[in-house]
């Protein structure tokens, strides 16, 4: 069974950084995609980078030059490194897989395991 547990998450200030882990387990393979989405209170989840087995990368527009996603297979690890934090980055924090090489969907319904989730909040 697949497992994904996030961790990292914590109180920072504005223009502040965190780094997200999402460490993964039980896939059958060492090919598989992982993509960070976030919900803030009231509003859908979303979207914010994916890494795929070849290491492309896709970043939201809001998270454009300001985050990195990052993988060491050797810890079968994710890792999203998120600089120059402002409020509006406030939110819980997921990772997840649709066991696709690929970073082809965003869309988070099309996902099927997800981890439990870490806040980050920004804020002075």
């Known amino acids: 069974q697949v497992q994904l547990v996030e961790s990292g998450g914590g109180l920072v200030q504005p223009g502040g950084s965190l780094r997200l882990s999402c460490a993964a387990s039980g896939f059958t393979g060492d090919y598989y995609n992982i993509a960070w989405f976030r919900q803030a209170p009231g509003k859908e989840r979303e979207a914010v980078s994916c890494?795929?087995?070849?290491?492309?990368?896709y970043y939201a527009e809001s998270a454009k030059g300001r985050f990195t996603i990052s993988r060491d297979n050797d810890k079968n690890t994710v890792y999203l490194q998120m600089d120059n934090l402002k409020p509006e980055d406030t939110a819980v924090y997921y990772c997840?897989?649709?066991?696709?090489?690929?970073?082809?969907?965003?869309?988070?319904?099309?996902?099927?395991?997800w981890g439990q989730g870490t806040q980050v909040t920004v804020s002075s």
């Open positions: 890494i795929s087995s070849s290491d492309y990368t």
């Open positions: 997840a897989t649709d066991q696709d090489y690929y970073c082809s969907s965003y869309d988070p319904s099309e996902y099927t395991f």
